[in-house]
T-cell receptor, first 110, second 114 residues
Framework: GQQLNQSPQSMFIQEGEDVSMNCTSS?????WLWYKQEPGEGPVLLIALYKAGELTSNGRLTAQFGITRKDSFLNISASIPSDVGIYFCAGHPGAQKLVFGQGTRLTINP | KAGVTQTPRYLIKTRGQQVTLSCSPI?????VSWYQQTPGQGLQFLFEYFSETQRNKGNFPGRFSGRQFSNSRSEMNVSTLELGDSALYLCASSVGPRDQETQYFGPGTRLLVL
């Protein structure tokens, strides 16, 4: 089946640092979605991207839909303690069901 | 607009029992998907319902079943529970065209099987 490669798997950073994570696929995607999940809760949608090249911001978060339609990145600027969690990318390979990355676990040292 | 709601939030069962979990999608959303999430396996797709019909099914045994009602609310059932069924079960409702659906998740139901 379709697979998304999400990297890095985990990140340990200092408060105030910028964060970058990305997802790549071997096939073309029509949609890229980025979610954040905190312990014991469901994933929360952060940013949705629908067009190749699209660059969208949500506060300190910025995500881009790669022009090849096979990748996407999420950046977090000036990280704060509440940014801790697991970040998932997800995408639609054509009309097939949504496919999820394995997640990036973000840990922040104050 | 209210988000996706799931009930119950927490559940403890014993092996061999069965369990039914409920999901109410965001108003106007007709597609509901279910996922199982465990620490080692990530998000595993169970099934998807659209207009009361199962549209997609993941690779889970027949003990896992679901249904969707005319008001788009959905339930999933797990029969003959096993210890390995302990997990966070997530429901998500979707909006948008099929190849660009955006999924919104509920808070999940944490199931513990003893």
């Amino acid at each position: 089946g379709q697979q998304l490669n999400q990297s890095p798997q985990s990140m340990f950073i200092q408060e105030g640092e910028d964060v970058s994570m990305n997802c790549t696929s071997s096939s073309i995607f029509n949609t890229w979605l980025w979610y954040k999940q905190e312990p014991g809760e469901g994933p929360v949608l952060l940013i949705a991207l629908y067009k190749a090249g699209e660059l969208t911001s949500n506060g300190r978060l910025t995500a881009q839909f790669g022009i090849t339609r096979k990748d996407s990145f999420l950046n977090i600027s000036a990280s704060i303690p509440s940014d801790v969690g697991i970040y998932f990318c997800a995408g639609h390979p054509g009309a097939q069901k949504l496919v999820f990355g394995q997640g990036t676990r973000l840990t922040i040292n104050p | 607009k209210a988000g996706v709601t799931q009930t119950p939030r927490y559940l403890i069962k014993t092996r061999g029992q069965q369990v039914t979990l409920s999901c109410s999608p965001i108003s106007g959303h007709r597609s509901v998907s279910w996922y199982q999430q465990t620490p080692g396996q990530g998000l595993q797709f169970l099934f998807e319902y659209f207009s009361e019909t199962q549209r997609n099914k993941g690779n889970f045994p027949g003990r896992f079943s679901g249904r969707q009602f005319s008001n788009s609310r959905s339930e999933m059932n797990v029969s003959t529970l096993e210890l390995g069924d302990s997990a966070l079960y997530l429901c998500a409702s979707s909006v948008g065209p099929r190849d660009q659906e955006t999924q919104y998740f509920g808070p999940g139901t944490r199931l513990l099987v003893l």
